[in-house]
């Protein structure tokens, strides 16, 4: 007779080791819930190494409370350059140069920047060292979840390395193709825009002085965003959206080729821009689950919903589930992962996510646009907008998420 299989039991277990997933592990661990974290993929952790992560995230300042709460604010701070200024540029004329532009200034609502700007592969480095600090997390990359039951007394998890994990609570952060979010049954409604984005870091002679500058011509956004000097050098994030063949186009330019491109479609207004890094290529879509949360599991970032990068609003919507989550489990942590804690979490986060994702769909349908009179709609509608001061506020209020 074969032996039964040894079967682990944990209060959560997260599927996913994205920098969601590894936000996640260390909040629920430094919040003291036994906590099983996996990913596939072991995290690249360095920005030379193949499949470094060149994206960077700006983590808005709604995000650094559960940051700080997390233990991992005081290791990301030394590496953060701060957005103290939203700039929009509309570019859209008969040539690519600025004839529109307006400044978005966090010192109107506050004394903190908008957030803080950071490379995806720090932060991976950063919470990987974190969540071995955190005795109740056990963080196995390179295995993946390969089975999910669940009943309503708990999750049982089937682990690539043929273990079993018994959890209260499933946390799906494995992505836009979720294994966990198709185990349970979820159905997700997926948008296509034939839109890819560039991304990629870039130093350049003007000093960016924490302003992150968004130029809007056709294809998509032309996003520059601040990062700390490079060996002394002024340097900035790049996401350049563009119809897809487009940006496979740019993708395979020789550097020179490409820095010219570049120096076009930024209008200028760093210098010319030296490419520091490889161009990582990633296709724009938006989608949505239409629920976050089935029996003993939550959906987060991913997982639940993505969008495209404009207004910093990806990973800040992931971990604002991740924080209304928490804040649930923490007040009720004997009914961890029952049926009406998961509603409230999907009644809380879907409307509000919802909402977001059709205001970032219009802005990014905006931004394409290619026949000259609406581009100069686009540069109208902009000017409008911002030369009402209370509609400015409101609107840099919504993009930080805060009511």
Known sequence: MSQPCHIQHTDILISGGGVAGLTAAAAFGAAGFTTICVDPAPPVTSEGDDGADMRTTALLHPSRKLLEAAGLWARLTPYAAPLQIMRIIDAGGEKSEARLSRDFDAADLS???FGWNFPNWLLRREMVSRLAEIPQVDFRPGVATTGLVTRESGAEVTLSDGSHVRARLVVAADGRNSF??????????????????LAFAVTHPIPHGNVSTEIHRSGGPFTLVPLPDRN?????????????????????????EFEAAMLERSTGILGPLTLETRR???PMLTQIARRFSAQRVALIAEAAHVIPPIGA??????????????EL???????????????????????????????????????????RPLRDLRAGVLGALYSLGPVRKSLMRAGLGVK
């Open 313 to 326: 609003q990806g990973l800040n919507m992931s971990l604002a589930d991740l924080s209304y989550l928490l």
């Open 232 to 256: 002394g050098v002024p340097s900035s994030a790049i996401v350049w959206m563009e119809r897809g063949a487009e940006a496979e186009r740019l993708a395979a330019l020789p550097v020179a």
């Open 329 to 371: 489990c923490d007040r009720d942590p004997a009914h961890l992962g029952e049926p009406a804690m998961l509603d409230a979490y999907h009644r809380r986060r879907w409307p509000e996510v919802k909402a977001r994702e059709i205001g970032i769909d219009f802005l990014n349908r905006a931004s394409m646009v290619q026949a």
């Open 180 to 197: 966990i979010r198709e185990a349970a049954g979820i159905p997700v409604k997926t948008t296509h825009y034939g839109q890819k984005a």
């Open 280 to 282: 990582s290529v990633w």
């Open 111 to 113: 004394d903190e920047p």
